[in-house]
């Protein structure tokens, strides 16, 4: 069970938060500002009632790189898949200098070296992401790949043999402005067992440097809808 929050959405809005919920956001951290994140992934209802935190620690390095630090998946019970993660993320307006400018084309690289704390190993998590924005609507939509290692995904889908890799899927979101504080958003993994395999629907609201998150995740595959559950998330820029 992994974690997540957002991004820069109307004119006016001052900061963008980091991730979504499992999937990074094509925003960077504003340059020499810090941003911090908490996350809870809630089940309280049986069966497998779980409750799991995960922490974000980002500092942006450049217009368009930030580094950070994640302590993904701590709770109870114990979670297989506890991690510490340390990389980069770098993103990139495109076609700024054109007409397509006003759909504010991105392409966003990010990468993570993941150490499990429950003897897992250590392994490397890539994904890059195209992202733009619909006129009228504002509406943000984002599709690339994701390549991610055992000890934060899980055992392998397939034998990959490669950097400890567990799977290789594709990844998508949507995010819509709903007022100038709120958002409604969806992202997907695709896969059906690793740990990300998720549709996860909810809200975001963001004020000044302050973002909190609500939302609700549905296991890809029927028979571990029993691990459905939801995720809040508070975090600020400092």
């Known amino acids: 069970m992994p974690s997540g929050g957002r991004g820069l959405l109307l004119c006016g809005w001052i900061w963008a938060q980091q991730t979504l919920i499992n999937l990074p956001s094509v925003e960077v951290t504003p340059r020499k500002r810090f941003f911090i994140l908490h996350e809870t992934q809630l089940r309280f209802w ?11 620690f980002v500092y942006g390095l ?8 994640t302590f993904y ?7 297989h898949y506890s991690t510490i993660a340390t990389g980069y993320k770098f993103s990139r307006l495109l076609f700024t200098r054109s007409s397509l400018g006003k759909l504010e084309f991105r392409w966003t690289l990010g990468q993570m070296v993941t150490t499990s704390v429950t003897a897992k190993g250590v392994g490397v998590w890539t994904y890059s992401m195209l992202s733009a924005r619909l006129p009228l609507l504002r509406t943000r939509l984002s599709a690339g790949g994701s390549a991610g290692p055992r000890p934060l995904f899980g055992e392998p889908e397939e034998r990959l043999g490669f950097l400890n890799l567990s799977t290789i899927d594709f990844v998508a979101s949507l995010e819509q402005p709903l007022t100038k504080d709120w958002q409604f958003v969806v992202e997907w993994f695709s896969g059906n067992r690793h740990e990300f395999a998720y549709v996860v629907v909810g809200f975001i609201f963001q ?22 559950g939801f995720v809040l998330e508070a975090g600020t820029f400092l």
């Open 73 to 79: 998946d701590f709770g109870f019970p114990a979670q």
């Open 62 to 69: 450049s217009r368009d790189i930030e580094v950070g630090i």
């Open 46 to 56: 049986r069966p497998a009632p779980y409750w799991v935190t995960s922490h974000f």
């Open 207 to 228: 004020k000044g440097d302050f973002t909190s998150v609500i939302a609700y995740k549905i296991a890809n595959n029927p028979a571990l809808w029993d691990t459905n």
